[in-house]
């Protein structure tokens, strides 16, 4: 870094690099200054939208641009090989994924080896993490207000694929159901309540490269149990949604984008809203969350800070992942 500023590059131009590129523009202190992606067309047009900065095909050709971070932005099957590439050539040793870390545990393991040798500040895009609502209900966690938590139950749903033709290619191309939508709230489930062991799991349809349907059970310490249901086929979701219900012994806390809602035992239930928890930020596209999470990770890199979730945090969600198909592989 150059005194107090950081120079970034993007690898990947499709929506999310575009996203994270214009937040990145606007944040201080930091120079956009390097962006890759394969496609011709999109090399071109981003070009115009950012005329200072130097574009390329060539992840490797980004060595040249004396980098202090990149950001990966791609498909997930990608991140290994990208991300192993930025490190071995030395083109940057703070780096920023889109979610999930990798396509795999082994992959994921081996990165969070590789970020750890770099020294650098490492992350992985989970933004739910940054939702004013999702972190409100991690501070009542912390603070108890539950007593012993008990039980929980946890979705994920949009309507990106509701009445698509089973069988069809165009939902394979995301990845799975898991990866894309569902490893938010896996996310957010190991953040609230630490490391959790699938038990049982079911894949919709089975028998397909992709999953477009799951659920699945877990297991965490002193007994907790969790239920998960993920489907990106739910009719009337245009815009996706994330929520848990959380059991304790002291009451219940429910939790989505835009409320977190308190019923304690005999106690009046209080509610808090999006517009209640102060959820705006200095530059809005895509979400107040990504703007959160983006100023949060060059402020982690620029005073040398650990960025959460980090490589290693990440990789359990791939982990889990792992667990899921495993199990569901088993029916």
């Known amino acids: 870094m150059n005194g107090n500023s950081v120079r970034v590059g993007i690898v990947g131009l499709g929506k999310m690099g575009l996203l994270h590129a214009c937040i990145l523009k606007v944040l201080p202190n930091v120079h956009l200054v390097a962006?890759?992606?394969?496609?011709?067309?999109?090399r071109k047009v981003s070009g115009k939208i950012f005329p200072n900065a130097f574009v390329t095909d060539d992840v490797t050709k980004l060595a040249r641009?004396?980098?202090?971070v990149v950001y990966v932005t791609t498909p997930i099957p990608s991140h290994f090989f990208i991300i192993r590439t930025i490190y071995s050539a030395n083109i940057a040793n703070n780096v920023f994924s889109e979610k999930t870390l990798a396509s795999d545990y082994?992959?994921?393991?081996?990165l969070s080896e590789l970020a750890q040798s770099s020294q650098g500040v490492n992350m992985v895009g989970f933004?739910?993490?940054f939702g004013v609502t999702f972190r409100k209900t991690r501070t009542l966690l912390d603070e108890g207000v539950l007593g012993d938590i008990l039980s929980f139950d946890s979705y994920a749903f949009s309507s990106d694929f509701a009445g698509v033709a089973e069988g069809r290619?165009?939902?394979?191309?995301?990845?799975?159901?898991?990866?894309?939508?569902?490893?938010?709230?896996?996310?957010?489930a190991l953040w609230y309540f630490g490391d959790l062991n699938v038990g049982s799991a079911e894949l919709f349809p089975a028998g397909r490269t992709s999953e477009d349907s799951?659920?699945?059970?877990?297991?965490?310490?002193?007994?907790?149990?969790?239920?998960?249901?993920?489907s990106w086929c739910k009719k009337d979701f245009r815009m996706p949604e994330f929520g848990f219900t959380i059991r304790g012994t002291k009451g219940i806390i429910s939790v989505n984008d835009d409320q977190v809602r308190l019923e304690l035992d005999e106690k009046e239930s209080h509610s808090w809203f999006r517009h209640d928890l102060a959820d705006n930020v200095g530059f809005l596209v895509g979400g107040p969350e990504y703007y959160r999470e983006d100023a949060y990770f060059v402020e982690c890199v620029m005073r040398h800070n650990v960025a959460e979730p980090s490589f290693r945090t990440a990789s359990k969600v791939d982990f889990l992942i792992d667990q899921i198909k495993s199990e569901a592989s088993k029916k």
């Open 106 to 110: 082994e992959f994921s393991q081996q």
């Open 169 to 188: 290619p165009v939902s394979g191309a995301r990845g799975g159901v898991l990866g894309d939508l569902g490893s938010h709230v896996i996310d957010l």
């Open 214 to 230: 799951v659920t699945f059970d877990v297991k965490g310490s002193d007994g907790l149990t969790g239920q998960f249901d993920v």
């Open 127 to 129: 933004m739910k993490r």
């Open 35 to 42: 962006l890759c992606d394969k496609g011709s067309l999109i």
């Open 65 to 68: 641009q004396n980098l202090d």
